[in-house]
């Protein structure tokens, strides 16, 4: 039994140490604070001077920008508000690998509001300019032509075959968003070039160079580190409607394009490669221009969002093989990306010269199931 006596004091000693930990903790958030105040003051010196480091080079460090250029260019992030720590973990690295020196604006998307919480843990991690939208209810939702009873029965005939998002109607929604209206956003307006950016993805390495500046001087139009096969079940009719397109419009398909990337019999059938779209730098005037506009306008008349399950990622690639040059197209190489269970990791020197985090032997740039090959091959 306990004494009145010893519950007060074991009351007290709790109450005491309490206070204790309360107090740590504010002093860590004050301390913290006055560093946040000193970096702030030390990276303003740096744009202003050369940094004085023993060790500098600037061959070996070049990813210290040479000069104020910089493309007119943003990340962009679809994202949740429950997606918060994935979306936490991509920024940071994105941040520390890239973005630290040169703090291109970050955009971040979403069809309801993101929390107070959710800015404030993002705007925390970067010095960059740092938006957050909202997406119009006409860009994201099935739209009210969307036969529902159809699109139900697609969404059960897909989840009979044991495909993945297979009846979710939100994921569609994402994909039909990303194929067709990101671009559209009022906070996209002002720029040219993107890089998407998704949650819980990693970045290897050091990008030692501006790739927007890279596809602003090489006029390149997409950009990637990961090209694979299709689930053909997700996009059944989808190249019956590709077919179509190109018949009634054959004035948008550019002469030098990459139609053998994605297909082996000159376009009667789809190889389903496609770019990995989880990662992409590319050009937004692109998918605003004329040719893509008309592309998506039709691909989505079609319904083939909701009754079948397209993915951005195939609308998007399929675009840039028929609408762009085969030579504006990129392979980012050099950039280390792993996205859920696939990954590239460049290999010799550019993984040296990148710090790469990853082992070089595992990239599946020319594994089973890769187009990588198929990409190269276009060019020699
Ligand atoms: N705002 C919002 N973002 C979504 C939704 N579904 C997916 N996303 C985002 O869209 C991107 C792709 O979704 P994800 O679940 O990663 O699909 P996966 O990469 O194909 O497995 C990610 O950036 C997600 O955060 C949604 O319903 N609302
Ligand atoms: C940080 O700087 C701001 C503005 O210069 C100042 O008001 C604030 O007191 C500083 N905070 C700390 C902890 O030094
Ligand atoms: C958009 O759709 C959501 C969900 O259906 C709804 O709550 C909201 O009121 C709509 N907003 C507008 C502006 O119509
Ligand atoms: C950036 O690109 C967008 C889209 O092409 C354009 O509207 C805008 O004027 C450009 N901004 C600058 C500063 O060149
Ligand atoms: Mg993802």
């Known amino acids: 039994m306990l004494s009145p006596l010893r519950c007060l004091l074991i009351l007290l000693v709790f109450v005491l140490s309490l206070h204790l930990i309360l107090s740590a903790v504010h002093e860590d958030y004050a301390k913290l604070s006055s560093l946040a105040n000193l970096t702030s003051g030390f990276q303003k010196s740096l744009s202003n001077t050369t940094p004085d480091v023993d060790a500098y080079d600037p061959s070996l460090y070049p990813s210290i920008p040479q000069s104020d250029r910089r493309a007119n ?20 690295q994105m941040e520390d690998r890239f973005n630290r020196r040169y703090n291109y604006p970050w955009v971040f998307l979403n069809e309801e509001p993101f929390t107070e919480v959710f800015k404030e843990r993002v705007r925390v991690l970067t010095d960059a300019p740092v938006s957050f939208g909202l997406i119009p209810n006409q860009s994201w939702y099935q739209p009210d032509w969307i036969d529902e009873e159809k699109a139900k029965e697609g969404r059960e005939k897909m989840m009979a075959q044991g495909i993945i998002y297979a009846g979710s109607v939100p994921y569609r929604n994402m994909c039909r968003f990303n194929s067709g209206f990101f671009f559209q956003h009022e906070l996209l307006q002002p720029y040219k070039y993107y890089w998407r950016v998704e949650p819980d993805v990693q970045y290897f390495c050091d990008v030692v160079y501006d790739p927007f500046i890279l596809m602003e001087d090489q006029k390149k139009v997409y950009g ?37 990337l994605i297909s082996g019999d000159g376009g009667d059938t789809y190889n389903l490669c496609h770019f990995w779209s989880n990662f992409e730098i590319a050009d937004m005037d692109f998918w605003r221009g004329e040719a893509y506009q008309k592309f998506f306008e039709f691909l989505d008349s079609t319904g083939g969002f909701y009754y079948e399950r397209w993915g ?15 030579d504006q197209l990129h392979f980012f190489r050099d950039i280390g990306y792993k996205h859920d269970s696939f ?38």
């Not at 985090?357 to 599946?364: G, N, Q, R």
């Open 73 to 92: 260019a943003t990340f962009v992030f679809l994202c949740r508000n429950n997606d918060l720590s994935g979306v936490i973990s991509s920024v940071r």
């Open 224 to 260: 990637f580190t990961i090209a694979l096969l299709e689930w053909h079940a997700t996009i059944p009719t989808l190249w019956d409607s590709v077919k179509k397109f190109i018949s009634q419009n054959p004035q948008y398909i550019e002469p030098q394009n990459a139609m053998d």
């Open 312 to 326: 951005d990622a195939p609308v998007h690639s399929i675009a840039a093989a028929l609408f762009a040059r085969r």
């Open 343 to 380: 990954q590239h990791c460049p290999t010799g020197s550019e993984w040296i010269r990148g710090r790469c985090s990853c082992d070089p032997l595992d990239t599946f740039d020319y594994a089973y199931g890769s187009c990588i090959q198929r990409y190269e091959d276009m060019f020699s």
